[in-house]
C-alpha cells in the first residue's frame, strides 16, 4: 500500500472534465455558489465516545477522516481557477477544523435558516482549502439525551462546489458518512480530537466523458446552431423571469422547504404508480400550472429537469463527480396546446390581486392533470433512454466557458423553472456499516441511520426564476425545498408558490383520496432497488 502511494504521488492528476470546468468557471464568476444534502442521523447515546474531547466534535472528525479514504475528491482544489484549463491538485492534507462548523439548532425543527446560512456563505480560497464544507446541528448533548430517551440525533449538512459533486454525490457523501460512523461505533471510540489528517494518494473517479460516448446526430447539431446563432424569435407568450442582472454582488438564493411524513409518501407513490407516472412528472406539471396561475398574461413555461447519466458512465451511487445532463419541455396554459407542448391548464383562478391562490376544484381536473403527468414522464423515459443526444456533450464545443457566461448578463433566462429529484437514499441500519455479530434485532439497535434528507442549490444567476428540489430518506420522510432568486421573483410569489405546492402535495396524500382530490405531487418513482437512470441531481 506505502509503495502503491508512492507512485500515486508521483502521478499527476487526471485533467479536469467538461462538466467540471464548467462548473469551475461559473463557480469563480460569482454565478453560483454550492450545493447541499443534509441528513439527520440518529443512534444510541451510550455509543457516544468517552474521553476529554467534546464527543460530537470527535466523532464527526473521526468519521470524516475514514470517509476521504475512499472518496478521493473531497482531498482536491483547484489550481489556474481563472484559466480556460483549470486543474486538480491534490491537497497533502486537510484541517477540519477549517471546514467544519457546529451549530445550536433542533435537527427535528426547520432546516431553513441554517442551511440558507451555508448557501449565502461564499466557497472561497478554492486554491488552498478542499471544495466543501460541513456544518453540524445538534441540540446541547445533555438536553438531547433527556429528551430523547436515550438516542441523540444531529444533522450533517454537506456544502460542495459543483465541480465535484452533482445531487447524487451529496448522497454519496451520506451513505460513506453512515457507513464510517457505524464501522468506528462497532468498537468503543475513544474521545480524540485530531483535526488535521493526511490524505491518502488514491485515483480521482473518472468524468463523465471518460465513462461513455455521447454521439450527436447532425440534425440535433444544427438545430443548436441554428437556434444559437441564426434565428431563434422571441416567444412574446412565455415567462422566464426578469433579464439576468449584471449588478454586484450576485443576487443571493432563499428557500422555503416543507417534510411529507412516510406514510403520505407511500400513498402519493401508489397513487402516481395507478396513474402510470412518476413523482417528479407530477410535480413538473404542478409547477408549470401554478407559474400559469402567478403570471396569467403569459401562456408559455419552459421547464428544465436534470438526469443522471450513471447509469451509461460506469459510476455508482457512492461516485461523487458531475454526471448529469437536462431534460427540456415547453408547457401551454391556454385551451389548445400547439404541438411539442404538454398542457398545464387549469381551473384555479386569482381569488383576487393580492390575494393566494384558490387550491384545486375538487375532481375538476384530475383528467388532464394525470394526462400530462403521463406526458411528461413519457417525455422523461424517453430523453433518458440513451447518452445520445444529450445536452451535456454540447460542452466538448464550447472554447472558451468565461465568455459563454458573461454574454448571459443582461439576457433572457431560458427556463421558468427547475425540477430536480435525487430519489430515495437509503439510510436505513441494514446497510454495508451494519454491525458485524449478534442478531439482526440487535444489530438494528446499534446502527446509525439517517431518516430524513434535503437536497438545495445556490440560485444560479442566469438560471431559473424558481427550483423545487426533491429528495426522500428511505422509510423516512420526503422534503421538497423551494428555491428562488432574491429580486428575480417576488418573496410573496415564492412563498405563496412553496405553501400551495406543499397543500397541494399533502392533500393528494390524505387517506381521503379519492373522495376530495385536489392537485398533486410526488416524489420520483422510487423506493426500491436504484434505477439505471435517475432523474434528479443536479
Given at each position: 500500500?506505502?509503495?502503491?502511494?508512492?507512485?500515486?504521488?508521483?502521478?499527476?492528476?487526471?485533467?479536469?472534465?467538461?462538466?467540471?470546468?464548467?462548473?469551475?468557471?461559473?463557480?469563480?464568476?460569482?454565478?453560483?455558489?454550492?450545493?447541499?444534502?443534509?441528513?439527520?442521523?440518529?443512534?444510541?447515546?451510550?455509543?457516544?465516545?468517552?474521553?476529554?474531547?467534546?464527543?460530537?466534535?470527535?466523532?464527526?472528525?473521526?468519521?470524516?477522516?475514514?470517509?476521504?479514504?475512499?472518496?478521493?475528491?473531497?482531498?482536491?482544489?483547484?489550481?489556474?481557477?481563472?484559466?480556460?484549463?483549470?486543474?486538480?491538485?491534490?491537497?497533502?492534507?486537510?484541517?477540519?477544523?477549517?471546514?467544519?462548523?457546529?451549530?445550536?439548532?433542533?435537527?427535528?425543527?426547520?432546516?431553513?435558516?441554517?442551511?440558507?446560512?451555508?448557501?449565502?456563505?461564499?466557497?472561497?480560497?478554492?486554491?488552498?482549502?478542499?471544495?466543501?464544507?460541513?456544518?453540524?446541528?445538534?441540540?446541547?448533548?445533555?438536553?438531547?439525551?433527556?429528551?430523547?430517551?436515550?438516542?441523540?440525533?444531529?444533522?450533517?449538512?454537506?456544502?460542495?462546489?459543483?465541480?465535484?459533486?452533482?445531487?447524487?454525490?451529496?448522497?454519496?457523501?451520506?451513505?460513506?458518512?453512515?457507513?464510517?460512523?457505524?464501522?468506528?461505533?462497532?468498537?468503543?471510540?475513544?474521545?480524540?480530537?485530531?483535526?488535521?489528517?493526511?490524505?491518502?494518494?488514491?485515483?480521482?473517479?473518472?468524468?463523465?466523458?471518460?465513462?461513455?460516448?455521447?454521439?450527436?446526430?447532425?440534425w440535433f447539431l444544427l438545430k443548436k446552431v441554428f437556434t444559437s446563432y441564426i434565428y431563434n424569435p422571441v416567444d412574446t407568450?412565455?415567462?422566464?423571469?426578469?433579464?439576468?442582472?449584471?449588478?454586484?454582488?450576485?443576487?443571493?438564493?432563499?428557500?422555503?422547504?416543507?417534510?411529507?411524513?412516510?406514510?403520505?409518501?407511500?400513498?402519493?407513490?401508489?397513487?402516481?404508480?395507478?396513474?402510470?407516472?412518476?413523482?417528479?412528472?407530477?410535480?413538473?406539471?404542478?409547477?408549470?400550472?401554478?407559474?400559469?396561475?402567478?403570471?396569467?398574461?403569459?401562456?408559455?413555461?419552459?421547464?428544465?429537469?436534470?438526469?443522471?447519466?450513471?447509469?451509461?458512465?460506469?459510476?455508482?451511487?457512492?461516485?461523487?463527480?458531475?454526471?448529469?445532463?437536462?431534460?427540456?419541455?415547453?408547457?401551454?396554459?391556454?385551451?389548445?396546446?400547439?404541438?411539442?407542448?404538454?398542457?398545464?391548464?387549469?381551473?384555479?383562478?386569482?381569488?383576487?390581486?393580492?390575494?393566494?391562490?384558490?387550491?384545486?376544484?375538487?375532481?375538476?381536473?384530475?383528467?388532464?392533470?394525470?394526462?400530462?403527468?403521463?406526458?411528461?414522464?413519457?417525455?422523461?423515459?424517453?430523453?433518458?433512454?440513451?447518452?445520445?443526444?444529450?445536452?451535456?456533450?454540447?460542452?466538448?464545443?464550447?472554447?472558451?466557458?468565461?465568455?459563454?457566461?458573461?454574454?448571459?448578463?443582461?439576457?433572457?433566462?431560458?427556463?421558468?423553472?427547475?425540477?430536480?429529484?435525487?430519489?430515495?437514499?437509503?439510510?436505513?441500519?441494514?446497510?454495508?456499516?451494519?454491525?458485524?455479530?449478534?442478531?439482526?434485532?440487535?444489530?438494528?439497535?446499534?446502527?446509525?441511520?439517517?431518516?430524513?434528507?434535503?437536497?438545495?442549490?445556490?440560485?444560479?444567476?442566469?438560471?431559473?426564476?424558481?427550483?423545487?428540489?426533491?429528495?426522500?430518506?428511505?422509510?423516512?420522510?420526503?422534503?421538497?425545498?423551494?428555491?428562488?432568486?432574491?429580486?428575480?421573483?417576488?418573496?410573496?410569489?415564492?412563498?405563496?408558490?412553496?405553501?400551495?405546492?406543499?397543500?397541494?402535495?399533502?392533500?393528494?396524500?390524505?387517506?381521503?383520496?379519492?373522495?376530495?382530490?385536489?392537485?398533486?405531487?410526488?416524489?420520483?418513482?422510487?423506493?426500491?432497488?436504484?434505477?439505471?437512470?435517475?432523474?434528479?441531481?443536479?
Open positions: 500500500m506505502e509503495m502503491a502511494n508512492e507512485k500515486m504521488e508521483d502521478e499527476a492528476l487526471r485533467l479536469t472534465g467538461h462538466m467540471e470546468r464548467f462548473n469551475i468557471t461559473r463557480t469563480s464568476l460569482k454565478f453560483y455558489n454550492k450545493v447541499n444534502v443534509t441528513a439527520r442521523y440518529a443512534f444510541p447515546c451510550t455509543l457516544l465516545p468517552s474521553g476529554s474531547a467534546p464527543p460530537l466534535k470527535s466523532l464527526i472528525y473521526q468519521t470524516l477522516a475514514e470517509g476521504l479514504k475512499s472518496q478521493s475528491l473531497l482531498g482536491v482544489v483547484i489550481e489556474d481557477e481563472d484559466t480556460r484549463e483549470p486543474r486538480w491538485r491534490r491537497l497533502e492534507t486537510i484541517d477540519f477544523d477549517d471546514v467544519v462548523s457546529f451549530v445550536e439548532e433542533d435537527p427535528e425543527g426547520s432546516w431553513d435558516e441554517w442551511i440558507l446560512k451555508g448557501h449565502r456563505e461564499e466557497l472561497d480560497r478554492v486554491d488552498e482549502l478542499p471544495l466543501w464544507r460541513v456544518v453540524v446541528a445538534s441540540k446541547p448533548l445533555e438536553v438531547a439525551t433527556e429528551r430523547e430517551t436515550g438516542t441523540f440525533k444531529f444533522a450533517v449538512a454537506f456544502f460542495y462546489h459543483h465541480a465535484i459533486g452533482d445531487g447524487l454525490s451529496g448522497a454519496a457523501f451520506h451513505l460513506t458518512f453512515k457507513d464510517a460512523l457505524n464501522t468506528l461505533l462497532t468498537s468503543p471510540v475513544e474521545s480524540v480530537c485530531n483535526s488535521g489528517v493526511e490524505i491518502q494518494k488514491i485515483p480521482l473517479v473518472h468524468c463523465l466523458e471518460q465513462g461513455t460516448t455521447m454521439p450527436l446526430t447532425i407568450l412565455s415567462w422566464t423571469g426578469p433579464l439576468i442582472s449584471a449588478s454586484m454582488p450576485r443576487p443571493p438564493c432563499n428557500l422555503k422547504s416543507f417534510d411529507i411524513e412516510p406514510l403520505a409518501v407511500a400513498r402519493l407513490v401508489k397513487r402516481c404508480r395507478e396513474e402510470r407516472t412518476t413523482v417528479t412528472a407530477l410535480v413538473t406539471v404542478l409547477t408549470a400550472r401554478k407559474l400559469a396561475l402567478l403570471y396569467p398574461e403569459y401562456k408559455h413555461f419552459k421547464g428544465t429537469i436534470p438526469f443522471s447519466m450513471r447509469g451509461f458512465s460506469g459510476h455508482g451511487e457512492r461516485d461523487m463527480g458531475v454526471f448529469v445532463t437536462n431534460i427540456e419541455q415547453l408547457f401551454c396554459s391556454s385551451p389548445s396546446t400547439p404541438s411539442g407542448y404538454i398542457s398545464c391548464r387549469s381551473p384555479t383562478t386569482p381569488k383576487s390581486l393580492g390575494d393566494d391562490f384558490e387550491d384545486s376544484k375538487i375532481g375538476e381536473e384530475d383528467t388532464l392533470l394525470w394526462q400530462s403527468a403521463r406526458e411528461m414522464k413519457n417525455k422523461l423515459n424517453t430523453g433518458s433512454a440513451s447518452p445520445k443526444n444529450q445536452n451535456v456533450a454540447l460542452l466538448a464545443y464550447a472554447t472558451d466557458y468565461k465568455k459563454f457566461f458573461l454574454s448571459r448578463l443582461g439576457a433572457g433566462r431560458d427556463h421558468a423553472f427547475e425540477i430536480t429529484n435525487i430519489g430515495v437514499v437509503d439510510g436505513s441500519g441494514s446497510g454495508e456499516g451494519a454491525s458485524a455479530g449478534g442478531n439482526h434485532e440487535d444489530r438494528e439497535s446499534q446502527n446509525v441511520v439517517f431518516d430524513k434528507v434535503s437536497f438545495s442549490g445556490s440560485i444560479s444567476l442566469y438560471g431559473s426564476p424558481y427550483t423545487v428540489a426533491v429528495a426522500s430518506a428511505k422509510g423516512g420522510c420526503m422534503n421538497v425545498c423551494v428555491r428562488w432568486g432574491v429580486n428575480v421573483v417576488s418573496e410573496r410569489e415564492a412563498r405563496g408558490f412553496a405553501g400551495w405546492l406543499e397543500r397541494e402535495l399533502k392533500g393528494h396524500s390524505s387517506d381521503r383520496i379519492g373522495v376530495t382530490k385536489t392537485t398533486e405531487f410526488h416524489p420520483t418513482k422510487s423506493g426500491t432497488k436504484p434505477r439505471k437512470r435517475r432523474l434528479g441531481g443536479t
